[in-house]
């Protein structure tokens, strides 16, 4: 199976979430992001990057389960259950940036980075290329309804219509739109081999969102997620530094110390290894 520039070998997928009876047991939501996350972490292990397989929230857990498979990134080691082994994390300095984020926490990041490279090259505005940049970071936090969580991290520091747009883009996976050549559910339905019924908070998200002010950021997100899977990409940081500085409201006390309501979710990928 193709998808954008990505190949996936239907039973190699279903095998690392637990085989066929595993994935029925899941709902609609959980296999799409088991799907999203898997071809993130096959472009990571592509280009050398932390990996991390399968991370879907099945219920019930594994009887060998260590962690629950919706944790974020940071939080879950990687790799085969018998060989997994946390990763160093490098210290982040006492007035942490968003850069610093990238280049600490989230990287390799090529899933965003893909993403937002495709949105400046075919002319999207500003905010729409900072939306993709930044639509998955926070699966690095927690990644059950990570665009809920993702938009409430970064409200205090982007525009509204940022926030929004990484807020709905993950209902609007569900739906197909032709005007702007999205055809995400009949991937899902190739995959997984029947039609997707979103869960009823996403029907109704999806209803909201389309009749929107801001429906056509929130697409364009879906759109540049779409096809941000290729492997063999080359992408970088450094074309979106001067828009993170212009879009990205970076506090001067840095990020997680400047007391707003989201500060502890910064905190928490800055230590996570603390105990309390």
């Known amino acids: 199976m193709g998808f954008g520039k990505m190949d996936i070998d239907r039973r190699a997928f279903i095998a690392s979430l637990g085989g066929i009876a595993v994935v029925e047991a899941m709902d609609d939501e959980t296999k799409a992001e088991a799907l999203e996350h898997f071809m993130v972490e096959k472009i990571d292990e592509a280009m050398g990057g932390h990996v991390e397989l399968a991370n879907a929230q099945v219920m019930p857990a594994a009887e060998d389960a260590t962690v629950r498979r919706g944790v974020g990134s940071l939080f879950a080691p990687s790799g085969p259950q018998n060989a997994r ?3 160093a994390l490098a210290a982040m300095s006492d007035k942490p940036t968003l850069m610093e984020f990238f280049e600490k926490r989230w990287a390799p990041a090529n899933h965003v980075l893909q993403s937002a490279t495709r949105a400046m090259k075919t002319g999207m505005s500003e905010e729409i290329v900072m939306a993709c940049l930044l ?50 559910p009949e991937l899902y339905t190739r995959l997984y081999g029947k039609d997707y019924v979103p869960q009823p908070h996403i029907q109704k998200a999806y209803e909201f969102a389309r009749n929107h002010k801001w429906y056509f950021e929130a697409r364009m997100i879906t759109v540049n997620d779409l096809y941000a899977f290729d492997p063999n990409a080359k992408v970088s940081i450094e074309p979106f530094i001067d828009i993170m500085g212009r879009q990205f409201k970076q506090p001067k006390e840095g990020l997680g110390n400047d007391n707003s309501p989201v500060a502890h979710m910064w905190r928490t990928m800055m230590f996570p290894d603390n105990p309390l």
Request: glycine share 4%.
């Open 135 to 184: 639509h998955d970071v926070v699966q690095n936090l927690v990644k059950v309804d990570h665009a809920w969580w993702g938009a409430q991290m970064l409200e205090p520091y982007v525009s509204e219509k940022i926030s929004w747009a990484i807020r709905y883009h993950q209902a609007l996976r569900f739906y197909p739109d032709e005007k702007y050549g999205y055809e995400y």
């Open 85 to 87: 082994k946390m990763p």
